[in-house]
């Protein structure tokens, strides 16, 4: 993959690869204006808590913890006696109260602080970013790992918080501390290559799930082997990236997020051969799954420009190796989205 992706195109291949379609409207974006990435998840997070502090932002009980000349809540007898405060007439009391320091409002505080002080936000930006965390004065800052993510919970009525902890993490994700100027600045994640394998993955996995006939998973496929319990225990799980499954139908396909999806020895390109060997090993094994038959399997690229599609058959297997073009306009990004599947 040559050449950069399209802001815009980087905008909606996060709202897939997040599952946020449904809300996006929500979060009114005007990616043209946001000329690199730090400016566009900025842009994001900053019109996404806008709409936050429109709706008001979410609360929760928070046990809260006095000293208080009424009793109120729970009497904590031992720290009243500890502390002596029975002798100035007041108790120790734990009560429950609505809040809105919680986790989720105190990760989104910290990520707009985090933002504001990367040099390459627009200015406008920044000051609506300062603007927002004084209307969140009363939230405390919280230091974030990327644990903590996992402790937010989410329902029905704070699901407008999907999208931007989704923002929040992939920016901490992102972030590098700048000794020299002393704050932080912003790696590009499209280079990362631990971050946009996986993002693309997900894109891909989405787009079909919302806009294919199939059922749509990461299949877990079961190796043909005859071995005795303690072996078969290390042997590794196999588990797909994208299955597209239908009785008359099954495609497996393995996304790959490559600079290059060839392999280039003495000036002769050739298919790689670890991407072919993985493909493989899914197609020979997938037909141990019940209700898969005769499964065909596929290798997903990006491209920027240039497209290529190949198709075979190996030992038996239709087997297909594609672009898709992230430089086109999005709706042409989808047109070949689906076209792949005509042509698999």
Avoid at 215 to 227: E, F, P, T
Wanted: proline share 3%; charged share 30%; hydrophobic share 40%.
């Amino acid at each position: 993959m040559n050449g950069e992706i399209p802001i815009r195109n980087i905008y909606h291949l996060l709202c897939y690869a997040w599952d946020y379609l449904p809300e996006a409207g929500e979060v009114e974006i005007v990616s043209e204006d946001a000329h690199s990435l730090d400016e566009l998840l900025a842009r994001v997070l900053s019109n996404g808590t806008a709409h936050l502090l429109r709706q008001g932002l979410d609360r929760d009980y928070r046990i809260h913890r006095e000293e208080t000349s009424r009793l109120r809540g729970r009497f904590d007898l031992t720290a009243s006696f500890s502390r002596q405060t029975i002798r100035q007439g007041r108790l120790v009391c734990e009560f429950d109260e609505l809040s809105y320091d919680v986790l989720h409002n105190r990760i989104l505080k910290t990520t707009l602080a985090l933002l504001a002080q990367i040099p390459e936000i627009n200015g406008e930006t920044r000051a609506l970013l300062h603007q927002q965390m004084k209307v969140m004065r009363e939230i405390t800052p919280v230091r974030i790992t990327s644990r903590l993510f996992r402790r937010v919970r989410l329902h029905r009525n704070n699901r407008a918080y999907r999208l931007l902890l989704n923002v929040c993490e992939l920016v901490h994700e992102s972030l590098l501390p700048d000794e020299q100027r002393g704050n932080s600045r912003f790696r590009d994640f499209i280079r990362d290559d631990n971050t946009m394998p996986r993002l693309f993955e997900a894109f891909v996995k989405n787009f079909y799930t919302r806009h294919s006939d199939f059922k749509v998973s990461a299949a877990h496929l079961h190796w043909d082997i005859r071995a005795d319990e303690k072996t078969s225990a290390l042997v590794p799980r196999m588990e797909t990236d994208v299955s597209l499954y239908s009785p008359e139908r099954q495609i497996i396909i393995d996304c790959k997020f490559y600079k290059n999806a060839f392999s280039d020895r003495q000036g002769v390109e050739r298919f790689r051969r670890d991407h072919l060997f993985q493909l493989f090993a899914y197609l020979e094994n997938a037909g141990h799954s019940k209700g898969w038959g005769a499964v065909e399997g596929m290798l997903l690229y990006p491209a920027i420009g240039e497209e290529f599609a190949y198709s075979m058959v190996l030992n038996g297997h239709r087997l297909g190796l594609r672009s898709v073009n992230l430089n086109l306009d999005w709706k042409e990004v989808e047109r070949q989205l689906m076209g792949i599947l005509g042509a698999a």
